[in-house]
């Protein structure tokens, strides 16, 4: 029997004052994977992610993450437990230097030997930022800042990375940059659930993709089968 996926999201739910969002979305996110979630404007991607990631409480559903129950937790107990949500926009501390902003995506750590550490892992994956270390966040260009949100979500030594939307808003030559990246991150052993507008890129470098319609998962397969499926071809990537 093949081992319990990392993640595995099974009939989640979660409603706003009433109106239904995410309506029995299940999912899994095995180790080692990149799992795309697609879905048009409004379909339910940032709930679930919140949901997973404990920043909303589901109202209905499980979420297991590595064997264990962790639906409702708060969100500081599930980064302890080895999932980090970047959100949506570009949320570093404007006012603090790059170092700075990557020591406090570290506060779960205990010891200041594994902050260390992990800033070396991290500025390794992201030359710039080491170049830019004492440089006030606020002033570094929109994809110089979205590579500092995403580093700063690796600080805390996750096993499961979540970027939601982190192409937005980026000129097409960095969002190449952002998907190698991305790339690289997984390669050094992370697991990703990645939402994005950007399909075809996302679906390229994805072992597996969901997509959701009206709070609910429509599709869902590899990346290539979803990459030449007629829907997702119609619906986004305007063939
Ligand atoms: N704080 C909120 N209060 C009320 N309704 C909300 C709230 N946040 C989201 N919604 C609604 O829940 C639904 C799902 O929103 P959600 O943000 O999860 O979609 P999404 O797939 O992430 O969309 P996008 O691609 O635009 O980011 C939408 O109809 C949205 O209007
Ligand atoms: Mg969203």
Redesign the pocket.
């Known amino acids: 029997m093949p081992a319990e996926p990392l993640l595995a999201v099974t009939d989640l739910a979660y409603a706003y004052n009433g109106v239904a969002a995410v309506r029995g979305v299940s999912l899994d996110v095995r180790q080692a994977e990149i799992v795309a979630l697609l879905g048009s404007n409004g379909a339910g991607?940032?709930t679930t992610v919140k949901a997973i990631a404990g920043a909303l409480k589901p109202q209905a559903g499980s979420i297991r993450f590595d064997g264990a129950a962790i639906a409702g937790e708060p969100s500081h107990v599930v980064v302890r437990k080895g999932i980090t949500l970047v959100p949506?926009g570009r949320l570093v501390f404007p006012q603090m230097t790059v170092m700075d902003n990557l020591r406090m995506g570290a506060h779960v750590l205990g010891s200041k030997a594994e902050v260390e550490r992990n800033v070396a892992r991290v500025v390794g994956i992201f030359p710039r930022l080491a170049e830019r270390r004492d440089q006030l966040a606020g002033s570094m260009s929109g994809g110089e800042q979205q590579m500092l949100a995403i580093a700063r979500g690796l600080m805390s030594s996750p096993r499961l990375i979540i970027l939601?939307?982190p192409s937005l808003g980026l000129m097409p030559l960095l969002v190449q940059d952002l998907f190698r990246l991305i790339k690289s991150v997984n390669e050094s052993g992370v697991s990703i659930l990645l939402?994005e507008q950007n399909v075809h890129q996302s679906l390229k470098i994805a072992h597996r993709g969901y997509v959701m319609q009206k709070g609910a998962v429509a599709l869902s397969g590899t990346g290539q089968e979803l990459l030449g499926n007629d829907f997702v071809q119609k619906a986004f990537l305007g063939r």
Do not use: F
């Open positions: 991607k940032s949506e939601d939307e939402v």
